[in-house]
């Protein structure tokens, strides 16, 4: 059974400026509440190819994946892959403009479990969805106290 998470939130501040914080890895621990750490497997800077360990925390056990930058169309689209582990996942950021200035920002998580982890999916993707909609509050709130 495959996992598709899709989230979404309207940031009140330019398009530009929200993608090239949320697109940054190095960012990735401020907003991403259970990212631990960041690793750089490639030269920087983020381009297509890019490699990126990422360890986290999640349901009590701690993972590190890496995932290879897919695409990337900056200020408008990043696409990143992780085919091992136990969950090959893709994730997905998209940035729109939106009214008086703002930015919709979406981001989707999909990817089919394996093993053990493919009896768990229905709450694997529950859990998903409410870290991305707490991350996503998270990101909110850094890039708008920085207006």
Same mark, same amino acid.
């Given at each position: 059974?495959?996992?598709?998470?899709?989230? /979404? +939130? $309207?940031? *009140?501040? %330019?398009?530009?400026? #929200?993608?090239?914080?949320? @697109?940054?890895?190095?960012?990735?621990?401020?907003?991403?509440?259970?990212?631990?750490?960041?690793?750089?497997?490639?030269?920087?800077?983020?381009?297509?190819?890019?490699?990126?360990?990422?360890?986290?925390?999640?349901?009590?056990?701690?993972?590190?994946?890496?995932? /290879? +930058? $897919?695409? *990337?169309? %900056?200020?408008?689209? #990043?696409?990143?892959?992780? @085919?091992?582990?136990?969950?090959?996942?893709?994730?997905?950021?998209?940035?729109?403009?939106?009214?008086?200035?703002?930015?919709?920002?979406?981001?989707?998580?999909?990817?089919?479990?394996?093993?053990?982890?493919?009896?768990?999916?229905?709450?694997?993707?529950?859990?998903?969805?409410?870290?991305?909609?707490?991350?996503?509050?998270?990101?909110?709130?850094?890039?708008?106290?920085?207006?």
């Amino acid at each position: 059974m495959p996992v598709d998470v899709q989230t /979404e +939130i $309207t940031i *009140h501040r %330019p398009r530009g400026e #929200v993608a090239a914080y949320a @697109a940054d890895p190095d960012n990735a621990t401020a907003w991403y509440e259970k990212i631990k750490s960041v690793e750089w497997k490639t030269e920087r800077p983020l381009t297509a190819g890019t490699k990126i360990t990422f360890v986290a925390g999640f349901l009590g056990r701690q993972l590190a994946y890496t995932y /290879e +930058i $897919t695409e *990337h169309a %900056p200020g408008e689209r #990043v696409v990143m892959s992780t @085919a091992a582990g136990p969950f090959p996942m893709e994730t997905t950021y998209t940035w729109y403009d939106a009214a008086d200035g703002a930015t919709r920002m979406t981001l989707r998580n999909r990817g089919e479990p394996t093993g053990f982890s493919k009896l768990t999916t229905p709450m694997l993707a529950a859990a998903m969805g409410r870290a991305n909609r707490n991350d996503l509050k998270r990101l909110k709130g850094i890039l708008e106290r920085q207006a």
